[in-house]
């Protein structure tokens, strides 16, 4: 890390410094490893680094320190960095002094975050079901994978001590934490020990809306995979950031993946050429589906938005988007010139084409097969074969749109450029293993990457021999490495 991203100390004027995060957010191997080449730097801040109203013993505003003496008549601004709402349509946020209202809007259901050690406002001020959470949180447990992939995007892992579907979580360090028992799998057998389990958590970031017996005060329904577009969906960091007070490093997230996904954008809608493409599934005939096999062109709003943005034409079918009949399905997606197979099961081209009603003969009478463009989500995976598509694609909003325009326009990418979550099986792409021996830091505070390389300053190869090689110019991206490099020290 370079020593000029240290934080210039605010301005102090009697009011206290307005970093959010302790200096210890990314971990004592960061830091230490830091200090080293800075020795200077830190002895000259020092007076800084000691916040006055710590002194006062106040605690941190903002921080992850409890608040010892709190006062309300002292109107102190517990929360100086405040989360603005942009792209997400599914969650709002509202700051008093020293607590937060946290509302997700598509269950109406609102988390009172108030400062630890200060007083909760009075629940008679609140509707009735309303979770009143001190916060920072330090203890949570996550009912989704989804979740997982959001709390360690913000550097909050040494939080999980609980996931469920454990099996299929991708994350290569909560792998290793369950493997070295300092995260436990949800038990779904042992009711008494399920119950300790939730007993031993301060929240419990749940899907949706459904609560489980004994968690009515702590169960924290999120709706990341509802909000309609990726930027939405990537803003939930946001969200998931009031719990921790790390408002302002989800901020600086949520702004680079934005600026980052718009540059993707720009990059892949300059191409003159839309192919069509088709996010496609078969479902095998079971009790499920009145066992009738049925083929589906999804609709859904957040794939459509990444087919447009990757500068292609989304295709859901021309009548119906569900068919019973294989003739019919494929006489719907013959000129797709791109499809995206999110059939559950199955692996590779034969299995495609078997699910598909496919022949070696049909070749050259569907696009995507001349073509070699049969694209699948399982990239990614632990294991057990869960998908990281379902964690890290929904947060990384800029890394998913990458590799959808690989897919759509890889003219407008570096030359073989490599994929994270969409492997062409028509060319034989390999799922990468994530499993525990891919966790790379034993720290738990290290935040985990961003997946998309940036945008604004990669080197595309237009295919036109070694003349064409070029940086995409004039994108207010330039800051990218920098906003990460300051959100590391932030
Ligand atoms: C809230 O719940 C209490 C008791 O459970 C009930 O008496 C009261 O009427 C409820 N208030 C509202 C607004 O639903
Ligand atoms: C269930 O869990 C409880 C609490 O951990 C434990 O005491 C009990 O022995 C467990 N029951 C069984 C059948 O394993
Ligand atoms: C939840 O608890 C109530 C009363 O304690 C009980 O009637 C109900 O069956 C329980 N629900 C589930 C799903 O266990
Ligand atoms: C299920 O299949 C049966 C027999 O083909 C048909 O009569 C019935 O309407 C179907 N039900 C649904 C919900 O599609
Ligand atoms: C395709 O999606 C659009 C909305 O994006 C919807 O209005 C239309 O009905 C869909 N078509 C089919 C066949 O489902």
Same mark, same amino acid.
């Given at each position: 890390?370079?020593?000029?991203?240290?934080? *210039?100390?605010?301005?102090?004027?009697?009011?206290?410094?307005?970093?959010?995060?302790?200096?210890?957010?990314?971990?004592?191997?960061?830091?230490?490893?830091?200090?080293?080449? $800075? *020795?200077?730097?830190?002895?000259? /801040?020092?007076?800084?680094?000691?916040?006055?109203?710590?002194?006062?013993?106040?605690?941190?505003?903002? @921080?992850?320190?409890?608040?010892?003496?709190?006062?309300?008549?002292?109107?102190?601004?517990?929360?100086?960095?405040?989360?603005?709402?942009?792209?997400?349509?599914?969650?709002?946020?509202?700051?008093?002094?020293?607590?937060?209202?946290?509302?997700?809007?598509?269950?109406?259901?609102? =988390?009172?975050?108030?400062?630890?050690?200060?007083?909760?406002?009075?629940? #008679?001020?609140?509707?009735?079901?309303?979770?009143?959470?001190?916060?920072?949180?330090?203890?949570?447990?996550?009912?989704?994978?989804?979740?997982?992939?959001?709390?360690?995007?913000?550097?909050?892992? $040494?939080?999980?001590?609980?996931?469920?579907?454990?099996?299929?979580?991708?994350?290569?360090?909560?792998?290793? +934490?369950?493997?070295?028992?300092? *995260?436990? +799998? /949800?038990?779904?057998?042992?009711?008494?020990?399920?119950?300790?389990?939730?007993?031993?958590?301060?929240?419990?970031? @749940?899907?949706? =809306? $459904?609560?489980?017996? !004994?968690?009515?005060?702590?169960?924290?329904?999120?709706?990341?995979?509802?909000?309609?577009?990726?930027?939405?969906?990537?803003?939930?960091?946001?969200?998931?950031?009031?719990?921790?007070?790390?408002?302002?490093?989800?901020?600086?997230?949520?702004? #680079?993946?934005?600026?980052?996904?718009?540059?993707?954008?720009?990059?892949?809608?300059?191409?003159?050429?839309?192919?069509?493409?088709?996010?496609?599934?078969?479902?095998?005939?079971?009790?499920?589906?009145?066992?009738?096999?049925?083929?589906?062109?999804?609709?859904?709003?957040?794939?459509?938005?990444?087919?447009?943005?990757?500068?292609?034409?989304?295709?859901? !079918?021309?009548?119906? +988007?569900?068919?019973?009949?294989?003739?019919? =399905?494929?006489?719907?997606?013959?000129?797709?010139?791109?499809?995206?197979?999110?059939?559950?099961? !199955?692996?590779?081209?034969?299995?495609?084409?078997?699910?598909?009603?496919?022949?070696?003969?049909?070749?050259?009478?569907?696009?995507?097969?001349?073509?070699?463009?049969?694209?699948?989500?399982?990239?990614?995976?632990?294991?057990?074969?869960?998908?990281?598509?379902? @964690?890290?694609?929904?947060?990384?909003?800029?890394?998913?749109?990458?590799?959808?325009?690989?897919?759509?326009?890889?003219?407008?990418?570096?030359?073989?450029?490599?994929?994270?979550?969409?492997?062409?099986?028509?060319?034989?792409?390999?799922?990468?293993?994530?499993?525990?021996?891919?966790?790379?830091?034993?720290?738990?505070?290290?935040?985990?990457?961003?997946?998309?390389?940036?945008?604004?300053?990669?080197?595309?190869?237009?295919?036109?021999?070694?003349?064409?090689?070029?940086?995409?110019?004039? #994108?207010?991206?330039?800051?990218?490495? @920098? /906003? /990460?490099?300051?959100?590391?020290?932030?």
């Amino acid at each position: 890390m370079a020593v000029q991203s240290f934080p *210039i100390p605010p301005s102090t004027s009697g009011k206290a410094p307005r970093w959010t995060q302790p200096v210890s957010f990314y971990g004592q191997s960061v830091f230490s490893k830091y200090y080293a080449q $800075s *020795i200077c730097v830190f002895l000259l /801040l020092i007076p800084f680094l000691i916040s006055p109203v710590a002194a006062q013993g106040q605690g941190a505003i903002g @921080g992850q320190d409890c608040v010892t003496n709190y006062n309300p008549a002292d109107n102190v601004d517990y929360f100086p960095s405040k989360i603005t709402v942009d792209n997400a349509a599914l969650f709002k946020v509202r700051y008093a002094n020293n607590y937060k209202v946290v509302t997700n809007t598509a269950g109406k259901k609102d =988390f009172v975050l108030y400062q630890c050690g200060t007083t909760a406002p009075p629940a #008679s001020e609140f509707a009735n079901g309303t979770i009143f959470v001190p916060v920072p949180v330090k203890m949570a447990a996550s009912l989704t994978t989804t979740s997982v992939a959001f709390i360690e995007m913000l550097g909050r892992r $040494s939080a999980l001590k609980v996931v469920d579907t454990e099996g299929l979580v991708s994350s290569p360090c909560v792998q290793l +934490g369950l493997e070295k028992g300092e *995260i436990v +799998g /949800l038990e779904d057998n042992n009711k008494t020990l399920r119950a300790e389990q939730f007993k031993a958590v301060e929240i419990v970031f @749940g899907s949706g =809306f $459904s609560v489980e017996n !004994g968690t009515e005060s702590k169960t924290v329904g999120t709706s990341e995979v509802s909000d309609p577009g990726p930027l939405n969906r990537a803003e939930w960091l946001e969200f998931y950031s009031t719990f921790f007070n790390l408002e302002e490093s989800a901020q600086k997230l949520t702004a #680079s993946i934005n600026n980052n996904y718009n540059c993707f954008k720009s990059a892949a809608n300059a191409k003159a050429t839309k192919p069509l493409v088709a996010w496609s599934s078969y479902v095998a005939p079971s009790s499920y589906n009145n066992n009738t096999a049925t083929w589906t062109l999804s609709p859904a709003e957040y794939k459509k938005i990444l087919t447009v943005d990757a500068g292609a034409t989304f295709y859901n !079918g021309t009548t119906k +988007g569900t068919f019973t009949n294989s003739a019919e =399905f494929l006489a719907a997606i013959k000129d797709v010139d791109i499809i995206i197979d999110e059939t559950f099961s !199955g692996s590779d081209m034969t299995a495609f084409y078997a699910s598909y009603g496919l022949t070696n003969a049909d070749t050259a009478n569907y696009k995507f097969l001349a073509n070699k463009a049969v694209f699948r989500q399982d990239g990614l995976v632990n294991p057990n074969d869960g998908r990281d598509w379902f @964690g890290g694609a929904v947060a990384m909003a800029d890394a998913a749109l990458q590799d959808i325009v690989r897919a759509t326009h890889p003219e407008a990418l570096p030359k073989d450029i490599k994929y994270n979550w969409l492997r062409n099986i028509a060319m034989d792409e390999p799922k990468q293993l994530l499993n525990s021996a891919n966790c790379p830091a034993t720290d738990s505070s290290t935040p985990v990457p961003d997946r998309a390389i940036t945008c604004s300053t990669m080197k595309v190869d237009e295919g036109k021999g070694n003349a064409a090689n070029k940086a995409i110019a004039g #994108s207010a991206l330039t800051a990218f490495v @920098g /906003l /990460l490099a300051s959100a590391l020290v932030f």
